[in-house]
């Protein structure tokens, strides 16, 4: 399936992370200008319709020190609401949805809307998790309470109820169709979860990558997401990329993919087809230098739709 029509979805979410600033990172791609041009701009030159469908409303906590385990539980509840609703509408319209983050915790109500939207029509789609982190901690495995830490173990199935079942059902993926790529920095409990969920086959960590190489590991992760019947989405983190490349995050690691192995992996996944949805997310300007993160991330978009060098 070609991409013809994009809807654009802002989701301003930082608070289920540690360090504030990845809320800012919507806009920052939305309205920065590279070459000369928006990110609309350059998308509509890829011939694709672009709709901005604005931010989903974001529920912000009423103070900093987030409460409970996992933390500001009850804001991330009511702001995911909200992110499903507006994803519903860009995919009931038929637009391929570009989410825009945000901290990786949204990944939980945009997942969890795309999921159910292929489940109503008989199907079930898989994922690729680009990140240098796990994302799979539960509650009782998470040393920070951070809800960035949490989305893959939720969207699997196991974690906090409400957010486990979110949209009435769990889990929202298959583990058969899940792959990660980029893995550096695991915390204990994301190994035993790992481990205990057999997923060690779907991890391809920059070890793996530094004996393989990147476009073997992406060559496989395509393989596991697209044995799912109704194609896959994308969720990219841009701490999956070396700080040298892409200082503008969190929760930098150092050792991570360059640059050039970034926009491979996009180009591999569009050359491919079958994505159903890209999201990037914990891009931070006020950790940027000389707004290079911001830029990156805006070029990854264009390469997931299909850009190429010639």
């Not at 073997?216 to 989405?233: E, L």
């Not at 050039?260 to 890209?278: K, N």
């Not at 950790?287 to 805006?298: F, M, P």
Request: glycine share 12%.
């Amino acid at each position: 399936m070609s991409i013809s029509n994009v809807g654009i979805l802002g989701v301003p979410l930082g608070f289920g992370a540690g360090q504030t600033g990845s809320e800012l990172g919507v806009n920052a791609m939305r309205l920065t200008r590279f070459r000369g041009l928006s990110l609309a701009e350059h998308i509509r030159n890829l011939g694709i319709e672009v709709n901005d469908h604005g931010d989903a409303t974001i529920v912000q906590p009423d103070s900093s020190d987030g409460g409970g385990h996992p933390k500001h539980l009850a804001e991330m509840l009511a702001s995911s609401e909200n992110i499903i609703a507006k994803l519903n509408d860009i995919l009931d319209a038929g637009e391929f949805p570009i989410i825009l983050g945000g901290d990786h915790a949204i990944a939980i109500p945009t997942f969890s809307a795309i999921a159910n939207h292929y489940k109503q029509q008989g199907t079930e789609i898989g994922l690729i998790w680009f990140d240098a982190h796990a994302d799979i901690n539960t509650p009782e495995t998470s040393p920070s309470g951070n809800i960035h830490g949490m989305p893959l173990a939720t969207i699997l199935g196991h974690g906090n109820d409400e957010l486990v079942n979110m949209c009435g059902y769990s889990p929202k993926l298959n583990p058969k169709y899940i792959a990660h790529l980029g893995a550096r920095d695991i915390d204990p409990g994301e190994r035993a979860n790992i481990e205990r969920l057999g997923l060690r086959p779907n991890f391809f960590t920059m070890s793996d990558i530094d004996k393989r190489g990147m476009a073997a590991c992406v060559q496989d992760a395509i393989d596991i997401a697209s044995q799912a019947p109704g194609g896959y989405a994308v969720t990219f983190d841009v701490d999956g990329i070396d700080p040298r490349f892409a200082p503008g995050s969190g929760t930098l690691v150092r050792g991570g993919a360059t640059y050039r192995e970034a926009h491979l992996t996009l180009e591999m996944i569009a050359a491919h087809g079958g994505m159903r949805s890209f999201e990037i997310v914990e891009v931070n300007p006020l950790l940027d230098q000389s707004n290079i993160t911001v830029e990156l991330a805006c070029e990854l978009i264009l390469s997931a739709l299909g850009k190429t060098i010639l």
